[in-house]
Structure formats: C-alpha cells, structure tokens
C-alpha cells in the first residue's frame, strides 16, 4: 500500500503502450502504476512517474522491482514462467501466475490443453523436422502455417509456406535459433474475432462483446466491436468458452482469445493473459476500459461493466507515415483534427518510422460504416500525410 | 518540442488534481505533461514523469521551468501576472495571457470589466471601511456577501455577514492580512449553473453544454450535465454570453463562467481560466473531455466535439471519510465498486483527511433521478464505509 495515499501499489513487468495506457487508468483508481522498463524511452517509461530500469528476464531485478507492490503483473509474455514462481514463492501476490501465463507463452502447451478440453483448435503438431512438416501438409494440404513455439507477437513467429523447401528455409533459420516450432493447417476462414474478459482471484468474470479483428498480413489493423453480423448464438458460445478457458486455466486479470470463424465454426487460435489490441476500442467504447478492468481484476476489485457506449465503435491502429520526412507528426495531427475532430487518439510517445506502430485511434458512433470510414480516413491522415 | 516523440511538451504550474488529470488527457496525446509542483506529494506530481519543484510565484523558478516547454499554461490562478509578462516578454507562449487571466484572478478587475461588457452581475461594489459596506447593505439589504478580492476558491474568501458587527470581522481580519474586499449583493436564486468552453489563438470555440453545480455552503458538491429543465432560448443565450467573453477577454484554453440563475435572470458570478470542477463530469460524459480540450486549445490543434456521451450525466465530489480510522479508503473502494460497478471513480492520490476532497466520481445513463441517486449511493459508501 501507497502510504501517501492509502491505495494499492501494482507493479507491471514491461513499460510498452499496454503498461502507458494502464498507467492511465490507474491514476483514475488513485494509484501510480510502477513500470519495470528495458528502457528509458520506452512507452509508459515516458509518462509514469514510478520506473524502473532492468530486464524482464532478470530474476534479481524482476525481485528488486516487486518489493513493495502489492501486486505484480505484466505488459508482455517475456518473462519466464520460473522466475514468477520464483516471485510467487517469495510472497509476492503475481497475477496471472506462472501456470495460467503458460498458456499464453508456450503455444505447445496451449494448443495441448485446448485439445484436453475438447476446444476446437486448427489442426496442428510439433515438429522437428522437414520430414515431420511435410508428413503432415500431406495430410492437411499446403500450404501450412510454421509458428514459434515462444515469443511470436504481432505477426512475428508466424510463417505461411507453400511447399517442402520454404519449410526447411524456417525450420533451419529457428532451430539455428533454438527455437521450437509447430505446423498448423492453414484454415479456411470468413474472418478472425475476438472476445476478452476480466477475471479477478475471487472468480469474478466479466466479459465483453466480441469484436471483428481486421488481419492484414497477419498483424492486426482493425477492430469492428461489436463483430457485425454475429448470430447471438454464437456471441453466447463465444462468451461462454472464453469464460470456461479463464475458468479452467485460473486466469487473473485479462484473458484475450483469438478466433478464426469458419465456415465449419468457431477455433481457437491464440490466449493473451494482459492487455491486447483488440481490446483498445474500449478505451472510448465500454464503460469500463480493458486497462481499469484489468487493474480491477488482479486487484481483487469488484469488475465494471463491459457494455458499448454507442452501437458501433471502430479502432484502426496507427502506423508510422511511410516514408521519412515530410509533415511532422504533430502537423498531421493537427490535420487529422481538422478533419475529424471527434476521433479518439492514443499515441504511444513512439518516434515515428514506417510501418511502426505508433498509436491507435477509435472512432464511434450508429452506423458501423460511417464509422469506419471517418476511423480509416482519419488514420490515413496521420500516415500519409495532407498533399 | 520533445525530441523523443515529435510532439508538443505543454508545461502546467502547478500539480494539483487538475494537473493530474491533464496528465492523463496528455499521454493520449502523445505527451508528458510537464508539472511545475510546490511539492513532491502533490497530486500531479505522483503520476507524471517530469516534475520539476518549486513555487508559483518565483519568477526564477518559473523561467527555469519554462524553458523547452512549447507552451506554458496553468492549474491554479496564483501565477502573480508581472510573471506572466516576463515569461511572454521572453518568447514563452503562455496561455491564457496576463491580460486574460487578470479577470479570473482579480475579481474587482472581473466585475468592473463586465459591467463595461454590459453582462449582468450582482450588484457590488470595493469596500474598504466597516461604513461602506454598511452604506452599501442599507440600499442591496442584509445579508451582503464580502469577497476577498484575489485568492479565493472552494469556497474560501467568501463570507455570508449578517450585519455591521459580522462586516467589521471580516474587514479587520482580511485588511491585518493585506487582502482587499468588495462586497456583494446576496442574490435570490433559483440554483447556480455553469458554462465551459475552450478558445484556441486561432479563435475556434468549443462550448459544452450548460451544466447545474449543486453547493452546499459555498463549495460545488454535484454537477448535473445537462443542467434539468433548462429552456433552449437560456441554453443559447448562456453559450452565447461565454463566447462573447472569452473573445473579448481574449481566453486561450478552457473559460468557465460560473451563473446564477435568479428570477430576474442569469447573472455572471465567476470566471476561471483553466480545468475546472464543473467540467469533471466531461471525462465520461463528453466526447471530449475539459482536460483533452484545454490541451488542444493551448496548442492550438483543432478542437472536439463537445456533445453528451448519455442523456444524463452526474458528478459528485468525493470528500474524505467523515472520522479518521474505520474501514480503510481502498476498503471502501471495493464496496462502492461492489455497490455501483458502472460508476467511474477518480481519485487525486490525496490522503483521505476528514472534509478533504480526495476526487470525485461519475455517472451516467439515460435518467437524471436514477444516475444521481447512483452517484450520491456511491459517494456516501466513499464517506461512511459500509457499517
């Protein structure tokens, strides 16, 4: 506890936009969210006033960084699963806990317990070998998709190839890497949704609408909340396997799965246990922002209301302009502004480059194409530029 | 500019709770609100990266932390104007101005210039002797309200007096301290509203929509946006009679014109010229909130949109718990969030003290009766605890 303020104190494991837009929202809750950082410059480093400097994957400097918090959580999936239990044992409160976040690290393990569980899930297998991958893209027909057993993020560790040869060109490049990978049909999907809940140590759950994200070379660039044109029946299946995975798993805090619709129903592609970019329309669009939810969740508070604030909510992720030069950011801001005043923008304190991800925005409103037309409008602004 | 981000750095002197949650606002934007703090435990300086110390009225250290700022604007109205000269006179861009804040700092130099503008105020005059406010009751009749000329807020340099005796005390403790009164007329009103706009160097006006503010003794305890049964033709009248007064008062950020609404009509009581109480409310229940408007006004960026997130919104300020001791501040918390999960809490990192006001909170929804008693249910568990 705060003694200068009689309120908790939790400490977040990484310092990128996720940790800067909670620390956001837990200056509404009275606290001051205290950043372990890889750097100075990073996202929340910038704008938190509790930081410190040290390495995710540093036991002595993760024990450093939780004495004190009353609780510990995490911006990302880097930190190893021996060191929180490592923590956990020394009486810190960690949320989630090394056993739930392991499903969320190691892509093996999660597909193994989905499958115990009887969750459809792409078909898959680990493999070690070319022989291995091409035994079962035989089965499954090519091309299949190689994914990083650890660490992949944001399009990254996940490789589409079309025949023997590009296999052996990833499988060479990851094993020379030490990295472990899998093989997994390649599905035939209408589009990918998501659904993310809340989850708090005494078993509380609040879940929100599922939303449509829009993929663009395996990194995401739209969220649609809610999914247009989803049958009710399938938004309570949704919700009710999000809610039986947290359940099963012990989740605490955020739970984020990622799903491919198909014409053959709803799989199960990835688990987030943290803030996610599909949940950053909340922001504007729930009544209660994945970032507070979250704080809520591993705190043990009573969770808020995961409800729309308006029938249609767009957020379209920001992009560095795409080349060097040209209007300053700060001048296509002013632009963006000018022409569509009523956008939400979130900018990540990251200097731009092209095609990184520097922001987001949401836009939100009745009609859900009038809405992503002033989002796509708006975000073409600060990426292109006004000539 | 911050080299780091390409983006504006707006300096706030001052780190109260306004600072604060400018804060919050900025980091959206892509910045670091840099705070000028008279100390390390004020609020703003508890969450935000870049704190420099020092006091309001020292110039040195105001041209110390002036310095790399794009803009220079404020939490308070303390800011002696031969400051703000010398700030401006230095190549600062200060906003609002010396000449503009003058009439937010000054109330004998606010009422004067109004009367000029031909904006109704109550009838007043600036008294120095025990005789002239008696002069002046015998015409206006008692009770008369004395005002200390500069400083007041919150209800402090204010003073109902009854009669001549009452008038001397007031008149013998302010004049010992060096302060100047003027005194008033007590107006028989219906209720006190509020106006709050945002005007950029560019001139654009952002107007939200009236407001009511509910005080008890002289401190706004509740805000109802939009104010209740409020006609369109006052509504319009009000809105018009802001932006007159922030253009010929040449306001660049956020203007609030605090009203009485009398029988007789609508009267100017205050003006301020910065975040303010009575816009809290704006942070869930606009588009827009006050403290993302005061950015982009200072800043000169296009402005938002203004209108109401839900048909009826409610603030209602948080004062601290009602005797020391019992159920702890986070304790409460957890029953209030327990009790109104959709209310929206903010809280200013101030230790709870018996009367303090520790933050404020919001509601929202489609009925006025129903969201305050949901405010007021959640507040009161905030004072009382739960027992």
Chains 1, 2 share one sequence.
């Not at 991958?133 to 090519?142: L, P, Q, R, S, T």
């Not at 660490?151 to 296999?167: E, I, L, S, T």
Request: aromatic share 4%.
């Amino acid at each position: 506890v705060d003694e200068r303020t009689g309120l908790p104190i939790v400490g977040m494991i990484g310092a990128g936009q996720l940790a800067r837009m909670t620390h956001q929202a837990a200056i509404g809750l009275g606290q001051s969210l205290r950043v372990l950082a890889a750097d100075r410059s990073d996202a929340a480093a910038l704008v938190a006033a509790e930081v410190e400097i040290g390495a995710a994957d540093d036991l002595v400097a993760l024990q450093r960084f939780s004495k004190g918090c009353d609780v510990v959580t995490f911006d990302h999936e880097h930190v190893p699963g021996d060191h929180i239990r490592a923590l956990a044992a020394a009486g810190v409160s960690v949320h989630p806990s090394a056993d739930a976040l392991r499903y969320a690290q190691d892509k093996h393990a999660m597909r193994h317990r989905l499958e115990q569980l009887g969750v459809p899930v792409p078909a898959w297998r680990r493999v070690n070998t070319q022989a291995e991958i091409v035994e079962f893209a035989d089965g499954a027909g090519w091309p299949v998709v190689l994914k990083a057993v650890r660490g992949g993020y944001d399009g990254r560790g996940v490789w589409m190839v079309d025949d023997p040869q590009q296999a052996q060109q990833v499988l060479a490049a990851q094993s020379a890497a030490g990295g472990e990978l899998l093989v997994e049909q390649r599905v035939s999907l209408r589009r990918e949704l998501a659904v993310q809940l809340a989850r708090s140590p005494f078993g509380q759950v609040a879940v929100y609408p599922v939303v449509e994200t829009v993929q663009v070379d395996g990194i995401c660039v739209q969220v649609l909340a809610p999914a247009p044109d989803l049958p009710d029946d399938t938004a309570v299946e949704i919700a009710q396997l999000a809610i039986r995975l947290a359940t099963e798993l012990d989740v605490v805090g955020l739970l984020t799965v990622e799903l491919f619709d198909t014409p053959d129903g709803i799989l199960v592609n990835e688990l987030a246990m943290r803030p996610h970019n599909s949940g950053h329309w909340s922001i504007e669009g729930a009544r209660t922002s994945q970032f507070e939810q979250h704080l809520r969740a591993v705190l043990d508070y009573p969770l808020g209301p995961c409800e729309l604030t308006a029938p249609a909510v767009v957020m379209v992720n920001l992009l560095g302009p795409e080349q060097e030069g040209g209007q300053s950011i700060d001048e296509r801001l002013h632009h963006l502004f000018a022409a569509e005043p009523g956008v939400k923008v979130h900018l990540y304190g990251k200097r731009p480059r092209p095609g990184r991800k520097i922001g987001h925005l949401t836009a939100l409103g009745e009609d859900l194409a009038t809405v992503r037309a002033r989002a796509e409008r708006a975000a073409t602004i600060l990426r292109e530029g006004t000539q």
